[in-house]
């Protein structure tokens, strides 16, 4: 079927745009690109490859197109075509490299992926990553230096107890403050600091991606040692104590993902509506608690006083980002989220987990897998469809309806 449309956007494209110069051309794929119309910027893109073949940015601009359809494989026919006109085209090096590591060729994946911040010549001057094996870091002083968003820094912070094992003295991390008094617990970190502190000049510094290569991980060698997040123990008898009289099968959920998020279009979109979790609620036997922070709590005031979801007033303030989270999850029977920082927390507890993914999903949790080799107690639940979250929740609701059948037996 992928084939099919890749073969009939070179078709149409070829006969419809034929009388269309290269420069108008890219300003309608744009326009399309603004829209969210992938299926109308596909054969744009593809008549502009085949007008100029030799045009870097335009094998470039077919194959993004193509993965953002969630076309992997055939994205990187394209993008290795703009990497071979130019050898320092950063994003189609790094587009390459998240296509193959979504069809789980880390082998040849993860060396592209060093290009995320430009250029490696770059990177390896201020970080000398290229030199760097697991046994760089014995008897020495480690900083991880955090990246992207607050579950790309939690995914890879398993990393830091395999530095242990190597030899590692300490490990300092570099994470945003909001993630301090959670990483404070891990007895294998041995000291946080924010971005911008400075730390002695004799570190081996390593941004915490860049650990999938140098440990030469593959899919089926990623450490999953479980639990890696740990919990306040005051915090756990007090949620124990808040929630031991709720007898139902417990689901915690979150369904709102960065608000950058909202921008992207169908095949990526990660949020989704609140109300997609109503059904959750209405089933017997189950109570449906919020774990919903940041600008997915506004969707609940549209409940006003019926509210189908149990809502926690003072979740994470008093005591800190995720320090209530992370107890009440323990409590908890089952996590269900969008694609978010959440499922990650959920994951690294060892806690049961369900993540709903986009059509095009993010690289990390591979193609057409129902687990994730990252997270042992995780399941997968996909769109079928682009845009599609009624199919993803019918089957979550079945899904969920056995687990309480189950519990009940």
Known sequence: MKYVLILCALFIANNVYTLADTQTLLEQGKRQLQLSDLESALPLFAHIVSLSPQSAQSNYNLAYVLFQLGLYKESIHWYKEAMQINPHHEMAIFGCAKALMALGDYKRGLPLFEWRFGSVANIHKKYNLFNLTPHSFKNKDVLLIGEMGFGDTLQCLRYALELKKVGANNIIVQAPKTLHQLLRLCPYV??????????????????????????????????????????DSSLDAYWHEQLKGDTNFKIGITWFSWSINLSKHKYMRRSFSIEQFEALAKIPGVSVYSLQKADGEKCLEKYNDNCPFIVFDDLDESHGPFMDTVSIMKEMDLIISADTSIVHVAGALNVPVWTLLPYAADWRWLQHRIDSPWYPTMRLFRQKEPGNWQHVMDEVVDSVKLCVFDCSE
């Open 190 to 231: 041995d000291r946080i600091i924010a971005p911008g502190d400075t730390v002695d000049t004799h570190v081996v510094a390593v941004p915490i991606f860049s650990l999938m290569r140098i440990f030469d991980t593959t899919v089926e060698t990623i450490p999953a040692p479980m639990p890696y997040l740990y919990s």
